[in-house]
């Protein structure tokens, strides 16, 4: 069996890593890991660890490391294909131990000025059962309100409010240069700056090319 292909993608809230996410995996066929979404859908079905997590939701507080590495790490254990982690990890502690766990091959980060951020996430909406993520401007839904394929309504987050957005790009900055730091130590940083996903696309397509190559097999072909 082909060796599997294992990368993440790094960027800022509403940076355009879910509309990245969906190109890649259409294309590529990676397994998508949304840890996010994931999580959220199991604290909401009251469920797996996401029993546990909401206790840290509930009280404003930030879901320790070691619960979020043993969340993903399970998520994980049962994908037997390429595979695109989104959404961690997002402090050092994680990246050291995300790295212990699995040597990555690619850490995809996403550069938008954060001035093009904030305007954007003002339509965004998102399916949450499967991460797909729509923008009233640039990539509508068919039916106001309705994810494309389900036909299930989409979500607007409360943390995508503009003022909300720009506290968290601050936060962002401050926990997660260090993570992308330490991928750029390992060699396996990959930085794509531009302004839309439509703009950044092609160069992340040229890169995963050029990493998946006769013998870094590519999904079409599992």
Request: hydrophobic letters at 40%; proline letters at 4%; glycine letters at 6%.
């Amino acid at each position: 069996m082909a060796r599997i292909f294992k990368a993440v993608i790094l960027g800022a809230p509403a940076s355009g890593k879910g509309t990245i996410s969906a190109r890649i995996i259409k294309k590529f066929n990676f397994e998508h890991i949304s840890v996010g979404d994931r999580l959220r859908l199991q604290v909401k079905n009251n469920e797996g660890l996401g029993i546990e997590a909401k206790k840290y939701i509930d009280s404003g507080t930030l879901v320790p490391d070691d619960l979020m590495t043993k969340f993903v790490s399970n998520e994980l254990e049962s994908v037997d294909k390429n595979w695109l982690l989104d959404g961690f990890p997002r402090t050092l502690n994680q990246a050291h131990a995300l790295w212990n766990l699995h040597k990555l091959d690619v850490v995809i980060n996403l550069d938008v000025p954060f001035d093009v951020i904030i305007d954007r996430v003002k339509g965004r909406w998102i399916h949450l059962q499967s991460g797909r993520v729509y923008n009233m401007e640039f990539n509508a839904p068919k039916v106001f309100g309705k994810d494309d394929i389900t036909g299930e309504d989409l979500v607007q987050r409360k943390d995508d409010q503009p003022d909300v957005v720009k506290m968290r790009l601050e936060v962002y900055c401050e926990i997660t240069k260090p993570v992308i730091e330490f991928f750029r130590t390992m060699n396996i940083l990959q930085n794509f700056q531009g302004n839309t996903s439509d703009e950044i696309w092609p160069n992340v397509v040229n890169c995963l090319n050029g990493y998946l190559t006769d013998k870094q097999i590519s999904a079409k072909q599992y």
